[in-house]
Structures are given as structure tokens and as C-alpha cells.
Nanobody, 118 residues
Framework: QVQLVESGGGLVQAGGSLRLSCAASGRTFSIYSMGWFRQAPGKQRELVAG????????YYADSVKGRFTISRDNAKDTGYLQMNSLKPEDTAVYYCAARSSRYEYDTWGQGTQVTVSS
């Protein structure tokens, strides 16, 4: 099993930046890719960025392209989401997730709140 712990959320003004971290432990060798999801009140959870664990291929939702950067440090078994030029509509609970194959994400962190004030 893999366990994930997020950190780095908080309150920031519009235009500001935050970096989220996701520390993985356990059977980290089984991680195929990691993703960052978010869920705002009354909205469905959405995938905002993903990264393959070994090859570094990335994916971004259109809403965050050019503003967010996903990365990972294999030596530290940690993934990151650098969020720049934040907007109030980025306000949500952010979750990191991992999967052991190219199918569904099956391991989730506890979530961290990101609030962007206007």
C-alpha cells in the first residue's frame, strides 16, 4: 500500500503563489503516476494536473495551463504542485492521488485547503 500526505495549502491573495507537496510512503515503487485533484463547494472533483512517476510526462487541465506546474522528486518520493497567478476560482480542497497503473487513481491523500481571496 501507498500512503500520501499533502501539505502547503493556505490563504493567499489573487495573483499570489502556493506550492503544495505530497509525500508518499509505503510501496512507492508501485506508483505509476501521481495527480492533483481539486474540489470546490458544490462542484465535482476535477483533475488539474498529473505526472508519470518515472518518465515525467505531464498533463494539465486547460484552466491551469501556464499557471500551475507539477513535478516530482523520486529520491524524496514527493510530488509537488506549484501554483502561480492564483485566482479566486482556484479556491478548493486539493487532493493528491496515486495510481499503480494507467487506470483509476486508487490512493488518496487527506486534502489541503487552498483559498484565494480577491
Amino acid at each position: 500500500q501507498v500512503q500520501l500526505v499533502e501539505s502547503g495549502g493556505g490563504l493567499v491573495q489573487a495573483g499570489g503563489s502556493l506550492r503544495l507537496s505530497c509525500a508518499a510512503s509505503g510501496r512507492t515503487f508501485s506508483i505509476y503516476s501521481m495527480g492533483w485533484f481539486r474540489q470546490a463547494p458544490g462542484k465535482q472533483r476535477e483533475l488539474v494536473a498529473g505526472i508519470s512517476w518515472n518518465g515525467g510526462n505531464t498533463y494539465y487541465a486547460d484552466s491551469v495551463k501556464g499557471r500551475f506546474t507539477i513535478s516530482r522528486d523520486n529520491a524524496k518520493d514527493t510530488g509537488y504542485l506549484q501554483m502561480n497567478s492564483l485566482k479566486p476560482e482556484d479556491t478548493a480542497v486539493y487532493y493528491c492521488a496515486a495510481r499503480s497503473s494507467r487506470y483509476e487513481y486508487d490512493t488518496w491523500g487527506q486534502g489541503t485547503q487552498v483559498t484565494v481571496s480577491s
